[in-house]
């Protein structure tokens, strides 16, 4: 196909970026490999298939960083957010979705959309040099023979770290005279949350549990592999020290045993993870705990003494380029201005950054094509913030993945200073007083 944008996977990044360039009036060829070749992460051959959480975190844009750039993707015509929200599930102030419902209207919304050619092949190398341009969303499990390929291309080692999937237990096999259900702090409708109440002897010899119960092993190739501080296994955060885990996903604050009145000395959450409310994911407790193991330590917790797993938990390989090094501001290599990156494969880390650099690449690309300046969002904005660390705000020489973060936006003006909540809310106006700013002007210049 002349004239096209070539996206390369059909993952959240693939997906936006095919959607934004459609949208944009480009036609577009949209590559994924399943199920023509298979992962082992993914279960299904839908686009936009969500292999880990069913969360998309905190959906409060005034508070949040992420929750602002759910609402910046809304305002910039997402298709993953327009998904997400027709297919939302009760999870307090958090976004949280049914995974098989999401990634089915996905699927559709692309496979349908006249401008788009979805192809189910794998591109087992560099694309033709007369595809351009090209976007690389191949996501953090990238086909080996393209991932070798784009490390000879660049000279560069690849970086990568292990990312690990938490177990979903079927509803009806929790015992509920034991647990109850609560949102912290009873946000959201108060009772999003079904909670595990251990008390100190209970939690003592879970966490001794963990850090006894037998490992996956990895490969010779993995065992220098680091992992993503966002996403640890719960047995290495048990390893730092007995209370890490009621400091972090057990922390019992903000919750009240309805059987005691009091709050427990630790508390394990489970989210609603499907529409019919039968599945439930286990926050927090990615794992890599053989499944033998998993079964035996899980069923020791209040409540899950009976438990059935849909799914256990597990761990796999992501991959990620040094964006800061191989990347411009417009998300193009470096050393092929006809490629472009977007995803996680760039760096960044969740669902939602990832569509998010799937946008911005698929706009840049189709004003490429049409002849127009690219002109990135303004580093006020949280698009314009991520895209600003992963290419050249983040050190290349201790680059690891990023969420998304206040962290990384500029300074307030001296007239807009604000302390505490107030300074989140304040730069996430003006985030937004900017981004309705830089769309209105991209869609003039479209025009």
Not at 307 to 336: C, E, M, Q, V
Request: with cysteine.
């Amino acid at each position: 196909m002349e004239h096209a944008v070539h996206v390369i996977g059909g993952g959240l990044a693939g997906s936006e970026a095919a959607w934004a360039a459609a949208s944009a009036g480009c036609r577009v060829v949209l590559h994924e490999m399943r199920p023509v070749r298979k992962t082992d992460a993914h279960q299904t051959d839908g686009l936009a298939e969500l292999v880990c959480s069913n969360s998309l975190r905190s959906d409060d844009w005034e508070n949040n960083a992420v929750g602002l750039l759910h609402e910046e993707m809304r305002r910039a015509g997402s298709l993953v957010m327009r998904a997400a929200d027709a297919h939302r599930l009760p999870a307090g102030g958090a976004l949280a979705v049914d995974r098989h419902g999401f990634s089915g209207d996905i699927t559709r919304a692309i496979a349908s959309h006249p401008l788009i050619d979805l192809r189910r092949e794998e591109i087992a190398g560099l694309p033709p040099e007369d595809w351009r341009p090209v976007i690389l969303a191949t996501g953090p499990l990238t086909s080996p023979a393209l991932a070798e390929a784009i490390r000879a291309l660049t000279g560069e080692e690849s970086l990568s770290f292990f990312d690990a999937i938490a177990p979903i237990v079927y509803r009806e096999s929790i015992d509920m005279d034991v647990c109850w259900l609560q949102s912290r702090y009873d946000k959201g409708d108060g009772a999003d949350y079904i909670n595990c109440p251990l008390d100190e002897p209970q939690y003592r010899a879970f966490v001794d549990a963990l850090l006894s119960g037998e490992k996956t092993e990895f490969k010779q190739w993995e065992t220098s592999t680091p992992y993503f501080e966002g996403c640890l296994p719960i047995e290495v955060m048990a390893a730092r020290g007995i209370d890490t885990l009621r400091f972090g996903p057990m922390k019992p604050v903000g919750l009240c045993d309805p059987r005691s009145g009091k709050r427990p000395h630790a508390v394990v959450q489970l989210r609603q993870d499907n529409a019919l409310g039968t599945l439930w994911n286990m926050v927090g407790f990615q794992t890599k705990l053989k499944h033998g193991e998993q079964t035996q330590i899980f069923r020791m917790i209040p409540g899950l003494e009976n438990a059935s797993f849909a799914r256990l938990g597990g761990l796999h390989r992501n991959t990620f380029i040094n964006s800061p090094k191989l990347l411009d501001p417009a998300l193009r290599l470096k050393a092929r201005p006809a490629l472009r990156f977007a995803g996680q494969i760039t760096g960044v880390e969740g669902y939602v950054e990832s569509a998010a650099i799937g946008l911005l690449a698929g706009r840049f690309a189709a004003a490429e094509l049409r002849g127009q300046t690219v002109v990135p969002p303004p580093p006020t904005t949280a698009f314009g913030a991520l895209l600003n660390h992963i290419t050249g705000g983040a050190d290349a020489k201790t680059f690891q993945p990023m969420n998304v973060n206040f962290g990384l936006f500029p300074d307030l003006a001296p007239q807009e200073k604000a302390k505490g909540r107030d300074r989140k809310k304040a730069m996430a106006h003006r985030a937004l007083r900017d981004l309705d700013h830089w769309l209105g002007t991209a869609r003039l210049a479209a025009e």
